[in-house]
C-alpha cells in the first residue's frame, strides 16, 4: 500500500472486483491493481492512486483438466501452489520465472502477476513467455465490463486474442481476473550440460551450437560474473541423460573448460532464475539477437555486470551497479530494447524503466489504452511512454 | 475522391496493367477457398512492393473506400471475400525472401511467400513448424492473418509462436513496426489472427527451428473411433508429445484409399497416425511405447514406415482425405470445430446422430491430439435444399463443440462464414473488448469489413483519458 491509499481492497468475485473498478473510475479516481506483489516497484512511477485492488481471495484453481492438459486459474493463485496440484498429476505450467520479490523468500508470484508482467524463466528457451501458454482470459475493465476471449482448448482462433494484449500489459488496460494456461507433461527425467569460459566469444559460439544441434532442449542459458561464464544446457525426458551428454560434446567441440552432465540439476537452475532479481543493485532485461550475445557480454563485463540469460532466445538480465546503469545502457547492442526491472529510487528517477520511443506503435499503444480504459484508472503511469 | 479518380490513383501506384478492372479479370477473385461465397470488388490491385502497398492503402483512406488484403486465396472461412464497393489487395507479387540468418535461427520475409518456401529457405537444417494442408501455395501473410495451425500445431504451436516481428500498414496508411519482445503492449500478438482486420502485414519475420533429427510415423488401425481415441488418451497421459497425431473415421478411410491405394484397412472403423519427432534416443524410446499403447487400446493392426517412402504414403492418405471426398459425395462443406480431447466420444455420437437425422453423410478427419475436428459434411447440390441442410447440419456440429468446451473454429478463422457462431461462444461484453481492440487499430473501419464480428458495429469517439486536474494535484480540488 501507498503512503496515500485510503481503500485497499481484496475482492472474492469478478463482479465484485468490477464493480470496485467501475465505481473508482466514475469518481474520478486512479486504481492500483496488484497480484503477490512481488514487482511492485517495476514499470515507471505513477502518480499515487488512493485505491488498490488485490487479487489475493481471488484464488480457486477454477479447473484442472488433466486429461486435457489445461487449467482454468483465478488470477490471484499462487504459481507456486498451481504448480503443486499439476505436478500431483504429471504436469505442470512450463512457466518458471522467480516467484519470490527481490530480496524476499516467500514465493508469492501469482498468476495473474506473472502474466500481467510477461515474466518468464528458463522454461522460456522451449515453451516462450506468459502470452504463449495463455489460452484465454477473463478480465474487468475499468467501466465494469467482464470480458472473456480466447477458450479453454488448445487450439482455437476465434475472435481477437486479447489475452495477448493483456499478457505483459501491466494492469493498464484493465484487471486480469482469470487465466485458462495450456499445461505440459513434467519430464520424466532431467539432466544439465554445462560448461564454462572467460570468453565472452567462445561463450556465444557454444551456445549457437547448442541451438542449432537437434537436441530439442528444454532450456539453454547462459551465466556471466567477473571475468568468466558458463553455458547450461537442459535436456528433459526418458533419455535426458544420454542427449544431455550430447550435449556436452557440443559444448566440448566449441571448446570451453569444465566441461560435464549432472542430473541432479535443480539447484542450477534455481541460481540462474535467482539472478533474474536484484535486492541492492539495477536490474535490466535486455532483448537482442541472440548473435549479439557476445557483444552483450564484453559490454557487461566492462560495466562490472553479471548476466544470465536464454541464449537463443536472445532474452537478457543483467545486474548492474546503480552508478554504471546510465553506462552499460550507452553500450547495449545495436537493436536490442530494454527494461529497468528491479533498481533503486534514484535510478528509477533518473532513467525511464521502459525506454521506448514516441512512433507509430507507441501511439498505436496509446489509442488501445484509451480504448481499454478510457477513464485512465487502470494502474496510470507505469507503463510505456506514460501510459 | 470518386471512383474513377481513386482507380486513377491505383494505377499511378502500382501501374496500370497491375490494377484489374474488368469483369472476367475481377471474377477470379470472387471467392477464396471457400467457394460459395462470392463478390466482385470495384477493383484489385496488385501491388510490387511494400511501398506500392502503402499507396495503395493510403489511397483507400482518402477515399474512404474499404479494402480486403489477400494472399493466395485458400481461406476455408471467406476471410479473404472481397467488399463490393472495396478494394482487394493481392499480395501475390510481394514474394521475395529478404534475409535469411540461421545463427538467429531467423528470417524474413514478404507476405507473398508460400509457407512451404519459407521451410526450403531454411532447409535442410531449420524448418518452419505451421503447416497447413495447403502449404505448397498457401502465403505466409494468409497465415499471420489467420494464426494458421497444421498437422504439427500440438506439438510446435501455432503461427503466433513463430512471428518475431510485423510490419504493418494501419488502415490510414501509417506504417508501424511491431516486435515480439519490445516493450509495450504485444501488439503483435493481437495482430496475428486477427483475419486482416487491423491492417496489413508487408513483412513479416519469423522464427525457425532445428529439423529434428529423428521422425517415426505409424499407422495404426482400430474397430472404432472411440478405441482410437483411448489411445490417444493413453499416450498423451504416458507424457507423450507426439509430432502429430491424426485420426481419420471409416468413411474418410474409404475414400482417400480409393485415391490413394497406401493399403489402408477398408475394414477398419478409425485410422490413427501417430508420428514421433525429436533426438534419436527419445523417439526411440518412446516409439516402441506407443506401439504398446495401440496395442492395448485395441489396435487390430500397427504398421511402422520402415523407410521415408512409407511414411510419405501414410501422410499422402491422410492428405488426400479432403479431396477425396469427391469420390464418395458430389459436394462437401469442411467444418472446423474444436473440443477437449477428453470429449471425443461425446461428441462424435452427437455427430453420428445429427447425420442420422438430416440423412446427411458426415466424415471425419481430425487432428486427434488437440481435439481440432474437421468433420465433412457431404451432400448432393443436385437435390433441392440439400446444400442448406448440410450447412444447418455443419452449424449444429459446431454448435455441439462449444457446448462441450470448445470452440467454433481452431484453424480456419471465422470470416464471414463463422461469424453467425460467434454468439454462441462471446457474450456481448466480451464481443464489446474485441470492438474495442478493432477501433484502436481501425476507427473507421476501412480494414477488411464485415468479418470476425457478428454484426456491423462503428467505432465511438473516444473520450479523452483522464488526467489528473492541477488543483487535484495540488490538493486545492476533489473530483467527486
Redesign the interface.
Known sequence: MGPDTILAARPATFDAAASMLARA?A????VRLRGGGTKLDWGATG?ESRIEVCTARLARVVEH??????AVLEAGVRLADAQERFAAA?QMLALDPPLTGAGSSEPDATIGGIVAS?DSGPLAHRY?AP??LVLGMT?A?SDG?????G????????????A??F???FGT?GLILSVNVRL?????ATATAFGADGDPGALATAA?AL??????LDALDIAWRSGRGGVLARCC???AV??AH?AAGVIQAAGLDEVDVTDEDDALWERQRGRQRSRDNALVRV?A???ALGELLRASERCGATVVGRA?R??SYVEVDPDAVAGFLAELPAGA???LHDAPAEVRAAIDP???QDG??????R???????????CN?GL???GI | MSASALLSRLAAVCGEEYVLTHPHALATYASDGLAQYHQTPLAVARPGSVDEVHGVVRACFEAGVPWVARGAGTGLSGGALPVAEGVLIALSRLRRILSV??????IVVEPGVTNLAISRAVSP?HFFPPDPSSQIVCSIGGNVA??S?GAH??KY??T??YVTGLEVV?SDG??????D???????L??F???EGTLGVATRISLRVV????SVRTLVAFFEDTSAAGDAV?AI??A???PGAIEMMDRLSIRAAEAATHAGYRLDAGAALIVELD??E??CT??FDHVMEMCSQAGARDVRVAQSEAERALIWKTRRAAFAAMGRIAPAYYVQDG?????RLSEVLARIDELSAEYGLQVANVF?AG???LHPLVCYDSARAGEPERAEELAGLIVKACVEA??????????GVD?KRY?PA???E??????Q??????D?HGLANPGK?MPTPRLCGE???????HPLE?AGVAE??
Not at chain 1, 541451438?211 to 530439442?216: D, H, K, R, S, T
Not at chain 1, 489509442?367 to 484508472?377: E, L, M, T, V
Open positions: 473510475s469518481d474520478g479516481q486512479t502518480p483438466n488433466t486429461g486435457d492438459l489445461t504429471g510477461g516462450g502470452r504463449d478480465v475493465l465490463t467482464i470480458a472473456q476471449s477458450g479453454k482448448v488448445i487450439k482455437n482462433v476465434a475472435g481477437y486474442d486479447l495477448k494484449l499478457a505483459g500489459s488496460l505440459h507433461p513434467l519430464p520424466v549457437r541451438a542449432a544441434a537437434p537436441l530439442e525426458g526418458a533419455e544420454k542427449r550430447r532483448s539477437r541472440p548473435s537463443a536472445g532474452v530494447s530494454r527494461v521502459w525506454g521506448v507509430p506503435a507507441l501511439e498505436l499503444m489509442r488501445i489504452k484509451a480504448r481499454f480504459d478510457p477513464a485512465g484508472a496510470p507503463f510505456v511512454g | 540468418d540461421l545463427d538467429d535461427g531467423a537444417t489467420e494464426n495451425g500445431c500440438f504451436g501455432f503466433t509462436n494501419l501509417t506504417v508501424v513496426e511491431l516486435s519482445d519490445a516493450p509495450g503492449y504485444d501488439l500478438g493481437a496475428v489472427g486477427s532445428p529439423v529434428p533429427e488418451t498423451v497421459s507424457g507423450i508429445v525429436g533426438p534416443e527419445e524410446a518412446r474444436v473440443i477437449p480431447r477428453t487432428h488437440d481435439g481440432n468446451g470448445g470452440s467454433i473454429t481452431g484453424e480456419h478463422g471465422v463463422k460467434m461462444m462471446f457474450s461484453p466480451d464481443l464489446e473488448a474485441f474495442r481492440l478493432r477501433c484502436a487499430f476507427p470476425v473516444v473520450p479523452g483519458p483522464y488526467r489528473e494535484r473530483r467527486f
